[in-house]
């Protein structure tokens, strides 16, 4: 508890993921309490071609807290 999913358009190389994920988890360890240990993060790669159908239509939207879901043209 809990785990992070991030969706991005792919390209970035796995010490970019690596450090994007250790700043997240760093932050939710300042922001609810918790330990190292509690926390998983995920990062899914996807062409921008397939963003919409696999990660844009998907999102609720009530569930956002911040920003809003890119939608591809």
Known sequence: MPHIDISMFSGRDDETKKRV???VVETMMKELGCQ???LSVAIHDYDPSEW???VHDKV???KLYSGQVYKAE
Do not use: L, V
Request: a negative charge; glycine letters at 0%.
């Open 21 to 23: 994920a250790d700043a």
């Open 36 to 38: 190292k240990s509690h």
């Open 52 to 54: 919409n159908e696999k």
């Open 60 to 62: 609720d939207e009530s």
